[in-house]
């Protein structure tokens, strides 16, 4: 009884978390007229679902794939702030970013 009351209460927390932020329709909508504006045809969009970041709780986060139409072998991703409207950047440290992350590990593989 003790164990259905605990899974009852971590799927409420759970769902009201998921529910949290903008509606993914709602984004996706708003990313489509973004692009339309800006791009005028050139993306279609291939993945759209909701990247929760646990580290800065953004419920507006979106990981999104995109797809030139023109040649479709070329693919975009990255994470979209719905409620900005803008790419979201991580902030890293220097020392942890990608770029010095891979020119660390290419000067070890090339010494």
Same mark, same amino acid.
Request: hydrophobic share 45%.
């Given at each position: ?5 605990? &899974?009852?209460?971590?799927? &409420? !927390? ?8 903008? /509606?993914? #329709?709602?984004?996706k909508?708003? &990313?489509m007229?973004?692009?339309?504006l800006?791009? #005028? ?23 999104? /794939?995109?797809?030139? !139409? ?7 991703v990255?994470?979209?702030? /719905?409620?900005l #409207?803008?790419l979201?950047?991580?902030? +890293? ?5 990608? /770029? +010095? ?11």
């Amino acid at each position: 009884m003790l164990k259905g009351l605990y &899974l009852a209460v971590f799927l &409420l !927390v759970i769902s009201t978390f998921y529910s949290c932020g903008i /509606a993914t #329709k709602v984004a996706k909508k708003s &990313l489509m007229e973004y692009l339309e504006l800006h791009h #005028k045809g050139k993306y279609e969009i291939v993945v759209f679902k909701r990247n929760f970041n646990t580290t800065s709780v953004n419920f507006n986060l979106f990981l999104v /794939a995109l797809r030139l !139409v023109e040649i479709k072998t070329v693919s975009i991703v990255f994470e979209w702030d /719905a409620k900005l #409207k803008k790419l979201h950047r991580p902030y +890293y440290k220097e020392e942890n970013s990608r /770029a +010095y992350l891979t020119s660390k590990t290419l000067k070890r593989f090339v010494n």
